[in-house]
């Protein structure tokens, strides 16, 4: 095995580790809808680490060049192997591999190459998976800093806790009113300066938000955290955070009192609302009881009417068959007048003209 100097590794780690993070932070960009002009700055950074890994991994292979193909890079198992293409060319390939496992990778100076189909066979079966889940957790956890960073927004890929605020980010607009309302940074100015101490205003906004009580959630879904220094937190969903809830904004519960009194009135006033909560609730139970009552007694007058209306059809059609039968006998009688009229006129017809 080629020992390297442990500068070469930690630079070389510590810029390959950003290298992938910035490549699944573009790729992660791209997954939820953000354009090429969005992911500038990072596509540009990739560019630029990668020149520098490309270096790195020259430099490595340079030194592995007369002897074993694995060279252990750090404590907890991550190795680079040295194996050659279809075209005989070398490459190195960055592993977490087991440790009961290296023999099959390694090889000597005399030894045949190994090959990146081989290595291809061989990796499911030797890569540390506990190794590598560590890694991918912290790799995550990068590329939310860099999307945040480069791309103003704010995604979840892992949640580190398990406590009910697991998830939640300040959002653009509560950064902005913590900078106005802790900070004194005049409106004018308070979005740039959110920009740009995006990072202390996070820490600052989590620190007293990750103590916060909740007091409320509406029903919208929206919920109302209480921070120790009187601070309200709105917190729900928005388009600038995946996966994630955020701190849609933020804001002082001060009512003109000292702190500890103007506390008071939150809780107090917290507690009015829930028992009108509890009034409403029980209101809602006897109207919707009244209102079942209400509704089967419409329904019945509603058969009745239909029953009603049925009978009038009835009764209009009847009404119908006596005015004809009364024609019919209009009728009749006309044509026995008519006859007596004829039988009439053949004997006096000449004596009226």
């Not at 252990?72 to 440790?99: Q, S, V």
Request: hydrophobic fraction near 35%; include cysteine.
């Amino acid at each position: 095995m080629v020992e390297l100097e442990q500068e070469l590794k930690d630079e070389y780690i510590t810029l390959r580790n950003e290298y992938n993070a910035v490549c699944n932070a573009i790729r992660q960009g791209a997954n939820i809808g953000l354009e090429d002009k969005d992911l500038a700055s990072l596509i540009a950074l990739k560019e630029v680490l990668n020149e520098k890994r490309v270096a790195y991994e020259d430099s490595i292979l340079t030194h592995m060049a007369q002897g074993s193909n694995l060279s252990k890079l750090t404590e907890d198992g991550w190795y680079a192997i040295r194996h050659m293409n279809n075209k005989n060319k070398y490459f190195l390939a960055i592993e977490p591999i087991k440790p009961d496992c290296l023999e099959l990778v390694e090889r000597g100076r005399f030894d045949k190459e190994l090959t990146r189909v081989h290595l291809d066979d061989l990796i499911p079966s030797i890569r540390n998976e506990e190794v590598l889940e560590s890694h991918k957790i912290v790799t995550a956890l990068r590329v939310e800093e860099l999307l945040a960073e480069h791309a103003n927004i704010d995604v979840v890929l892992v949640n580190t806790t398990d406590d009910e605020s697991k998830g939640v980010r300040p959002s653009a607009h509560s950064r902005k009113r913590r900078a106005e309302r802790k900070f004194n940074v005049d409106e004018r100015f308070s979005e740039s300066y959110a920009r740009s101490h995006r990072k202390e205003l996070d820490e600052d906004i989590m620190e007293e938000f990750n103590t916060a009580d909740h007091l409320w959630t509406d029903v919208k879904g929206v919920e109302f955290w209480f921070g120790v220094d009187n601070t309200m937190f709105v917190v729900g969903d928005n388009e600038d955070t995946i996966n994630c809830k955020a701190i849609i904004t933020l804001y002082d519960s001060n009512f003109g009192f000292s702190k500890a009194i103007n506390r008071m009135i939150v809780l107090e006033q917290i507690e009015v609302i829930k028992q009108k909560q509890a009034e409403h609730a029980e209101a809602i139970g006897e109207y919707n009881e009244q209102y079942d009552v209400l509704f089967h007694e419409l329904n019945t007058t509603s058969d009745e009417i239909d029953l009603l209306e049925a009978r009038i059809e009835e009764l209009r059609a009847k009404e119908q068959e006596i005015v004809g039968k009364q024609d019919l006998l209009t009728k009749q009688l006309d044509v026995k007048r008519k006859e007596y009229d004829c039988e009439y006129n053949k004997l006096f017809s000449k004596w009226e003209s």
